[in-house]
């Protein structure tokens, strides 16, 4: 068994120099946490709620380093028995225990907050375990969690809680911490305002990493301050926010898609760049955008389709990075190219329609007659051939008996679509003078 001489603090030394800069500099106050303005501001709902005394279970939803732990600290204050678990390291036995302890500090008459760190790694079964407890008020239950709780947690744990949407860390809130750092160390960063700059990029909203990394700075010896080169050399970067299992992964493809949607080049290119500085595998973008070119664009320019299909096979032969501005190229012509969903409207009410209708036959006068009995049965009779018509369009009809003639597609006046307009117009009188 180790001396207990080992974790004597060392002579000479201030006990603070041991605990991590993050730590050291954890909000003693609510008013202290920075960010999250939008529920611990005057009017923020956390705030609101602890002034009614009306706390309820919560769910703190948010990326990494926006205060989770710390605000559930905050809450419990000098009132409530604050226990923290993670649900990594964490099973049935502990938290049978915790439920126990729990029960054993409401009967002496004061309350318990459990704070369950990555509460979404617990799995179904595990989750229905709070249940009880939290309908009873034998704990209050606060859970973190990286992923979204619509996806990451059971109905009936949410429905007991209320969820709070942290933000990740804004510029303005980066450079109070770093400010704060400064002050508890009464150091300077050694680094140009461009350097500084650079070094709140780096941690990427996470204010636990953005001090980690100023923790690393304050190490150095004394030296000329670094530039945003330098810094970089110095510093691993860290990677962006990007997990292509998970939730991020959608976000990103549904930013990239909208921005093209919106005929906005510049922001297409962004989260392209951005998809593609997170791992995303080029193949997955362009089968999105290959389906975005029928999707929203369609026959407005018959030439989208055409690009991205390109881009895809360019990318093939030359994979990355240089097939990557193929996929640039075909993204900045989707995003300029005229919009029309027409061919996605008409084909799904084509599909309600051919559902609705069942296996009602095509008519008789557009049905082959290889046959004796087919032809004696009138199959083909009265079909006109379209190239034989004056105007090379005889107007029959070609839907089933009985169906009312639909109107499936409408090309707006846009792109090469106001040309397919002009023509079934022309068409559409053609039908309307022969009936």
Request: hydrophobic letters at 40%; aromatic letters at 8%; a negative charge.
């Amino acid at each position: 068994m180790p001396s207990d001489d080992l974790f004597a603090p060392v002579p000479g030394l201030p006990a603070s120099s041991l605990q991590p800069l993050a730590d050291r500099l954890r909000p003693k106050s609510i008013a202290e946490v920075v960010g999250q303005e939008h529920i611990l501001g005057p009017n923020g709902s956390l705030t609101l709620m602890l002034a009614r005394g009306s706390l309820t279970s919560l769910i703190l939803w948010g990326p990494p380093g926006a205060g989770k732990t710390t605000i559930a600290r905050l809450i419990a204050g000098a009132e409530m028995h604050f226990t923290q678990i993670s649900a990594i390291f964490s099973g049935v036995a502990e938290l049978k225990r915790v439920f126990e302890d729990a029960a054993r500090l409401k009967r002496a008459g004061r309350g318990t907050l459990l704070f369950v760190d990555e509460i979404h790694r617990f799995n179904r079964a595990q989750q229905d375990a709070f249940l009880p407890v939290v309908e009873a008020g034998t704990i209050t239950l606060i859970g973190a969690t990286t992923e979204n709780p619509s996806f990451a947690l059971n109905g009936a744990l949410l429905s007991r809680c209320q969820v709070l949407v942290l933000r990740r860390l804004d510029d303005p809130a980066m450079i109070l911490l770093l400010q704060r750092a400064e002050a508890e160390t009464g150091l300077t960063l050694p680094l140009t305002p461009e350097a500084r700059a650079t070094l709140r990029a780096m941690a990427d909203g996470d204010g636990r990493a953005l001090l980690n990394l100023a923790e690393q700075l304050f190490a150095l010896p004394d030296s000329s301050p670094l530039n945003s080169e330098e810094l970089a050399q110095l510093l691993s970067r860290r990677a962006a926010l990007y997990d292509k299992d998970r939730e991020e992964h959608y976000n990103l493809i549904s930013a990239l898609h909208k921005s093209m949607r919106g005929s906005d080049p510049d922001a297409a290119l962004y989260w392209l760049a951005r998809m593609l500085a997170g791992g995303e595998d080029p193949r997955y973008i362009t089968r999105r955008i290959t389906r975005f070119a029928s999707e929203d664009i369609g026959l407005a320019d018959p030439q989208a389709l055409v690009q991205t299909l390109a881009a895809w096979e360019a990318y093939e032969r030359l994979g990355s990075p240089e097939g990557e501005v193929c996929i640039a190229q075909a993204v900045l012509y989707l995003a300029t190219a005229p919009k029309s969903n027409a061919t996605y409207t008409a084909l799904s009410a084509a599909n309600r329609a051919a559902k609705e209708t069942g296996s009602l036959m095509p008519p008789a006068h557009i049905l082959n007659a290889p046959t004796k009995l087919m032809k004696n049965l009138g199959y083909g009779a009265g079909y006109e051939y379209d190239h034989n018509t004056e105007d090379g369009f005889s107007g029959q009809n070609y839907f089933p008996e009985g169906m009312g003639r639909p109107d499936f597609y409408r090309p707006p006046e846009r792109g090469f679509e106001r040309e397919i307009a002009k023509r079934l117009a022309y068409w559409t009188k053609l039908r309307d003078k022969g009936e």
